[in-house]
């Protein structure tokens, strides 16, 4: 039966994966960068799924078990935007990213039992996480697109760029969007409401709103593209806020149905 222990070898054996995948991409080896890339997905995913057979619930209880999912998604987008636009850079920055939220696994990997509150126990609940991690990894890809554009490009930003940009947040609003609607089935069967404005949702609706003005934005004939890019970075910003932020106020900790990672 896999336990946490030997998650340091999946993780590795994907990291190396995943490293050898953009070099392959700065190489031009399309080939090799996809192959490679999704061997360790494989790799990857594969401690997912045991994790899941062991615990005998999917491991989407904890922050650390969250962490997990977008450590998988994060390199999945990448190879996404590389297959679509061929940005040699976007796999290493998303292999960087992983390998951060997997230290942070290792270093602080919590308690991953197979105890699951009732109100876990929907099925809204698996879908409703996966979603949303998915949707935060494609909104990570659009922030790194967004600080390339703002602090390493030389030549001027060119309306291809942004336009990659811009299908990024449409991909990754879409699926908040269905993860949101997921989220309030979920909330009907499990707290009989669709939506009860407590602080985790109250910072879904925001990120929600910041991101839509960033689309909308966007479509004004005299956008400032420099602007649109920093409303970007700081709809990431309340991204994870919402992800994570909330479990350090005073309010979500006292009143939230969505402290339930203890």
């Known amino acids: 039966m896999i336990t946490w222990d030997q998650f340091i070898y999946f ?7 995943w490293a050898v995948g953009a070099w392959a991409a700065w190489k031009g080896n399309t080939k090799l960068a996809y192959s490679t890339t999704g061997v360790g997905l494989v790799v ?6 045991l994790m899941w057979i062991s615990l005998e619930r999917p491991p989407l209880r904890t922050m650390g078990e969250t962490r997990l999912w977008y450590s998988f998604f994060l390199p999945f987008a990448g190879i996404l935007v590389y297959s679509r636009w061929k940005y040699k850079w976007i796999l290493t920055f998303s292999t ?41 990894a494609v909104l990570g890809a659009a922030t ?10 030389k030549k001027a930003i060119t309306n291809e760029e942004l336009e990659i940009t811009d299908n990024l947040v449409y991909v990754g609003l879409a699926f908040m969007t269905v993860g949101m609607l997921f989220g309030a089935l979920w909330a009907k069967e499990a707290w009989g409401h669709y939506w009860s404005w407590d602080p985790k949702e ?21 956008c400032n593209q420099r602007l649109a890019l920093w409303c970007l970075v700081v709809a990431f910003v309340l991204l994870q806020m ?16 969505h402290t339930y990672s203890t």
């Not at 990857?44 to 799924?49: D, E």
């Not at 126990?121 to 991690?133: D, K, L, R, T």
């Open 11 to 17: 993780a590795i054996a994907a990291v190396l994966l």
């Open 44 to 49: 990857f995913f594969s401690f997912i799924v």
């Open 96 to 136: 960087i990213l992983a390998l951060v939220f997997i230290c942070v696994n290792l270093l602080k990997p919590e308690i991953h039992s197979k105890a699951l509150m009732p109100a876990l126990q929907s099925p809204w609940f698996a879908p409703h996480v996966i979603v949303y991690m998915f949707c935060y």
């Open 144 to 153: 790194v697109m967004a600080i390339y554009l703002l602090f390493f490009k």
């Open 202 to 222: 109250t910072w879904a609706a925001i990120t929600w709103f910041a991101y839509l003005i960033y689309i909308h934005y966007r479509r004004l004939p005299n």
């Open 242 to 257: 919402c992800w994570w932020g909330i479990n350090y106020l005073p309010s979500a900790q006292a009143t939230s149905v």
